[in-house]
């Protein structure tokens, strides 16, 4: 495509669903608390052909250890203002705990960010 033309016409939606590859921690997580529950609005594409997209993970009490669990996300698009909607590729968001310190990282699309409380 050249200069100035995109994806314009088009919107996205992620799809809620459980985790899975619970491991450490996590497994004593209720499943609800560890369940994908994505923005419910459609998002428009910007002109680069991409959404902004705010991947968390918080609200894990001490004591920490280590664990982790992932969500495999459907990602449905659609033409503005139709009701036909199609799949795009799964989107993997991994979250992993490391230990007692509750240093805890968040990983989708090739991008990570770690933290500690």
């Known amino acids: 495509m050249g200069a100035g033309q995109s994806f314009w016409n088009v919107e996205c939606?992620?799809?809620?669903?459980?985790?899975?590859?619970?491991?450490?921690?996590?497994?004593?997580?209720?499943?609800?608390?560890?369940?994908?529950?994505?923005?419910?609005?459609?998002?428009?594409?910007?002109?680069n052909?991409?959404?902004?997209?705010?991947?968390?993970?918080?609200?894990?009490?001490?004591?920490?250890?280590?664990?982790?669990?992932?969500?495999?996300?459907?990602?449905?698009?659609?033409?503005?203002g139709s009701t036909n909607t199609a799949n795009l590729p799964n989107r993997l968001e991994t979250f992993s705990m490391a230990g007692t310190n509750g240093a805890s990282t968040v990983t989708k699309l090739g991008q990570s960010v770690t933290r500690t409380p």
């Open 13 to 47: 939606l992620e799809a809620p669903g459980p985790a899975s590859n619970i491991t450490g921690c996590f497994t004593n997580a209720s499943p609800a608390s560890l369940y994908h529950d994505p923005n419910t609005n459609w998002i428009a594409l910007g002109a």
């Open 49 to 80: 052909n991409d959404w902004t997209d705010h991947a968390s993970f918080s609200n894990v009490p001490a004591p920490w250890s280590a664990g982790g669990f992932q969500w495999d996300i459907p990602v449905l698009w659609r033409v503005v």
